[in-house]
């Protein structure tokens, strides 16, 4: 857990930032051949392309920031008159702060006098920087304590996480817990908006892959059914949703894919606690899931894959695309 | 812009409009984008007095501006020191009665600006000439459907002089104008319904979900438990329903299966989200339509306009919570879709007041929705004003008579879209008729505008009341054009300027210390400032309304704002058309 937590915190060592800032150059110079893009479709192209380094190792903390980095850098800022790199680090990574600091209160792990007192004190930093282009320079070079004082401007380097500090770097109590509204109130307005994040799995790793197992109809066509090898929950608490993309192969041709995604919670196995996990949808089904049963008969196998993100969102890679050449569904 | 009755970005329900004044009602079933921009908004941004409410003020303002110069004294207002309590008459008195005449033939005899299609012509219509209520008139357009029922009849479309100033259609006729003897003058409707209609440029603001995660979702949803069979809307449903009332309706929910349903095959989930998420329409517009006069310092604006991280008498829990969730899902302003940052930021405004330290697209662009500084309301104020005053259409006055209103509305001074925000405002348009006393305080009766049509009997109570308050409201009108005119002599480079943004500031400025004041002695639950009831306001909208409806001495206490706001109104409608020639 703790591992987790430092991942989560923005202290950031030398060579991080010295490989971001590297990344950035590259990634720019390629940009320029895509300066036509809307706003969305960079975002997409930005994620799509930092989605692949984290598939392949990049610490998901170390992919957050880079990703909010990238958005700066490439999406967000005036093509006529970019960023610097450095200005787009310190805005990814206040970015990442502010979502962070979101995603704490959430987790209970705040409070709403210290979130409001740290979103403040970042705020403030963030206008100090906007007058004064030497810090964000002096933050690209470094912010062990990861309280947004350049370590170079920080008289107290060792400052420990979600302190609010002084303009030089000091822990300053006295504006650390302003007057904020009452905890329960803001969690309770927060649940009418369903942002239904279980406290449980803050700072949970992120879940194993799920294995494809079976997929198909059940005799009568009652239901099509989606079996996987389950992954463990982590902790107990912390609930898993299972993520499917299912294209069914139809005998149309490749022009004509019924695509769907599907997401379950793992309380929805209907296979009990043991052996795989077995989701179903029923052929009661309405709206555009239906015509899996409508067409039924036209399909004669499906390409799919899953994966698992825990209550807090975090996912884990997807499992490879697997072909199934029969739609029917053999109990596995 | 095409609007639909029924749609995604507005849910009406029956309980919804059971919530509604009767008499705003007639014509909001027919003003369908009205109905359901207003009672469906959450508690996000908002707009701020309901557009029935600003119209009305804007009406009744136009209706004093009338009975000044009504030539029966009965129904005449005006100061009168041999009324117990009366008011002496200002020295020149006379010549604020000349000016609101001449504003008044101004006024009326302006085209309305509205738009116009084969069914009802409007565009060309002078104001107080508009023959028939133009049907769906915010919507003309191509192909847009035109009711056959084109008469006027009792507050319809918000024209509705009410009580005492019923007698400025039944004795005032003003031989100046061809058809005279007609019995109603729209003016002041029409300037109320450009007033509101600010509220509906949804093109303002549009906002987009910044991925915040590089590996999933970020946001889960426990909404699959329910929801199995629409699995896709159920990936949707967190960006989709995020800001939408939820309330126990499924139409959120409905909305996200159909974007699932439309969803682009063969892409990954995640890739679609940022596609999706488009926000703009009434939870959005408002975002311009703040000013923050609690002693925050701003580094844009002479004001700050909307800023949660120092909003409210003290940041509130709902302010707290969009900010919350606008850092959990990347909500942010899409700048380039945003028409807000280009018009409500201020160069070269020439009126002495401190323009806007303008900001870049990056500047706009690159925090999230809840860590942006808004532009200021008085801004907003002078876009339109410099267009219509530069010899724009009528429809330009709508931005500053609308500004005048949300100068009034405490939590668009305070800063807050919570604090009671939502709930307050719609008190405020349920109690209507009993704050400006069509209703005697205290009276039961329903909310009907037949109750507009009653006019009261000379020396009967309520006829004393209205005149009275009416009368007051003209008097503070005095007092805010005799700053004006001082204005004028203190910038001699100016002419006939109207400083629409130190006019704002300066309204905002007393309706907020008159709120914070009311407030300090309001005790618990306090009054105009409640935040617990916008939490209660998402669960049980109905009692959340109540603790302001139902609040002792609400009406005369909203009645003090309702002046200053009318008031200003006037000064502002008698000095604009000086601006001009």
């Known amino acids: ?332 | 812009m095409s609007v639909r009755c029924e749609g995604s970005q507005h849910r009406g329900t029956a309980e919804k409009r059971r919530n509604m004044p009767r008499w705003a009602r007639v014509r909001r079933i027919a003003a369908c984008v009205t109905v359901l921009a207003f009672t469906c908004s959450s508690v996000a941004p908002a707009l701020a007095y309901n557009f029935n409410t600003h119209q009305a003020m804007v009406d009744l303002a136009y209706q004093i501006m009338r009975a000044a110069n009504h030539p029966d004294p009965v129904w005449r207002l005006g100061p009168n020191p041999l009324v117990p309590g009366g008011a002496s008459v200002p020295p020149d008195w006379s010549e604020f009665l000349s000016d609101l005449s001449n504003a008044v033939l101004f006024w009326a005899s302006q085209e309305t600006g509205l738009p116009s299609d084969s069914c009802a012509p409007v565009a060309g219509t002078l104001m107080r000439e508009l023959p028939v209520a133009p049907t769906e008139w915010w919507s003309r357009g191509p192909g847009s459907p035109c009711m056959d029922d084109k008469t006027f009849g009792p507050g319809e479309w918000g024209y509705a002089p009410g009580g005492i100033l019923n007698h400025n259609d039944v004795v005032f006729m003003d031989p100046a104008f061809p058809g005279a003897g007609r019995f109603r003058d729209h003016t002041g409707a029409v300037l109320g319904w450009l007033g509101g209609n600010i509220d509906y440029n949804f093109d303002d603001t549009h906002m987009w979900y910044k991925p915040q995660s590089a590996a999933g979702l970020g946001v889960v949803k426990d909404f699959v438990d329910d929801a199995v069979d629409f699995a896709l809307g159920a990936v949707f449903a967190p960006f989709i329903c995020m800001f939408d009332w939820v309330d126990g309706e499924i139409d959120c929910w409905e909305d996200s299966k159909n974007a699932g349903d439309a969803a682009n095959p063969g892409d990954d989930l995640e890739a679609l989200i940022p596609g999706v998420g488009d926000e703009s329409g009434s939870d959005w517009v408002g975002v311009w339509h703040y000013i923050q006069m609690g002693g925050q310092t701003d580094e844009f604006d002479d004001r700050p306009g909307y800023s949660l991280e120092d909003s409210g008498p003290g940041v509130g829990a709902i302010d707290m919570t969009l900010m919350i969730l606008g850092d959990a899902t990347g909500l942010s302003l899409n700048y380039d879709d945003s028409d807000g940052p280009k018009k409500y930021q201020i160069s070269n405004g020439g009126d002495g007041h401190r323009d806007t330290d303008v900001r870049s697209k990056s500047d706009w662009q690159f925090l999230t929705f809840g860590h942006l500084t808004y532009e200021p309301v008085d801004n907003l104020a002078h876009y339109g004003w410099s267009q219509w005053r530069n010899g724009g259409a009528t429809g330009w006055v709508g931005y500053p008579l609308h500004a005048l209103g949300d100068a009034v509305a405490p939590h668009h001074v305070a800063g807050s879209p919570g604090w009671g925000h939502r709930p307050y405002e719609d008190a405020q348009e349920q109690r209507w008729l009993w704050t400006r006393l069509v209703r005697e305080p205290g009276s039961g009766g329903s909310d009907d505008s037949a109750a507009l049509q009653t006019v009261p009997a000379p020396g009967s109570n309520l006829y004393n009341l209205q005149k009275a308050y009416y009368t007051s409201v003209l008097l503070r009108a005095y007092e805010y054009r005799k700053w004006i005119k001082e204005w004028r002599a203190s910038h001699p480079g100016n002419g006939n300027d109207v400083p629409v943004r130190d006019l704002v500031t300066l309204v905002a400025k007393n309706a907020y210390e008159y709120s914070m004041s009311t407030y300090a002695s309001s005790g618990v639950p306090g009054w105009p400032f409640n935040d617990t009831s916008s939490v209660v306001y998402l669960a049980d909208e109905g009692a959340a309304i109540k603790t302001y409806a139902q609040y002792p001495n609400n009406e005369s206490m909203t009645r003090e704002l309702i002046k200053e706001g009318a008031a200003a109104t006037i000064a502002f409608l008698m000095s604009a058309p000086e601006a001009r020639q």
């Not at chain 1, 949808?281 to 390409?303: C, E, N, V």
């Open chain 1, 1 to 332: 857990v703790s591992g987790q937590r430092s991942q989560r915190s923005l202290a950031l060592s030398a060579a991080t930032i010295a490989s971001l800032i590297t990344s950035l150059v590259v990634s720019f110079s390629v940009k320029t051949a895509a300066e036509t893009e809307t706003l969305i479709q960079c975002a997409e192209r930005v994620r799509g392309e930092v989605r692949a380094q984290l598939d392949a190792g990049m610490p998901q903390a170390e992919a957050d920031l880079v990703l909010q980095t990238r958005f700066a850098k490439e999406c967000l800022g005036d093509p006529a008159d970019p960023p610097s790199n450095a200005t787009a680090f310190f805005v990814g990574a206040l970015n990442r702060e502010y979502h962070r600091l979101a995603y704490m209160f959430v987790m209970h792990k705040l409070n709403s006098s210290s979130y409001l007192g740290l979103v403040r004190d970042r705020s403030g930093k963030m206008k100090r920087a906007r007058h004064d282009a030497t810090y964000v320079d002096m933050f690209a070079q470094g912010d062990a304590d990861g309280d947004f004082v350049p370590d170079r401007l920080d008289r107290c380097p060792g400052t420990k996480v979600n302190a609010v500090t002084t303009p030089d770097g000091c822990p300053d109590p006295k504006i650390a817990g302003p007057k904020a509204p009452a905890d329960r109130d803001v969690r309770r307005a927060l649940s009418y908006y369903r942002l239904d994040v279980t406290p449980a799995c803050y700072d949970a790793p992120p879940p194993d892959v799920p294995q494809p197992l079976r997929l198909g109809y059940t005799s009568g066509r009652t239901a099509f059914k989606l079996a996987v090898v389950p992954v463990e929950r982590d902790p107990e608490e912390c609930p898993i949703y299972y993520e499917f993309n299912v294209t069914m192969v139809s005998m149309l041709g490749p022009g004509n894919p019924v695509y769907r995604g599907y997401v379950f919670k793992d309380s929805e196995n209907t296979n009990g606690g043991s052996g795989p996990a077995v989701f179903e949808i029923p052929s009661t089904i309405d709206g555009a899931s239906k015509y899996l049963f409508i067409l039924a008969d036209l399909f004669t196998g499906a390409q799919w894959r899953v994966r698992a993100v825990n209550g807090a969102g975090v996912a884990s890679p997807w499992s490879t695309y697997e072909f199934q050449p029969t739609t029917v569904f053999a109990q596995p």
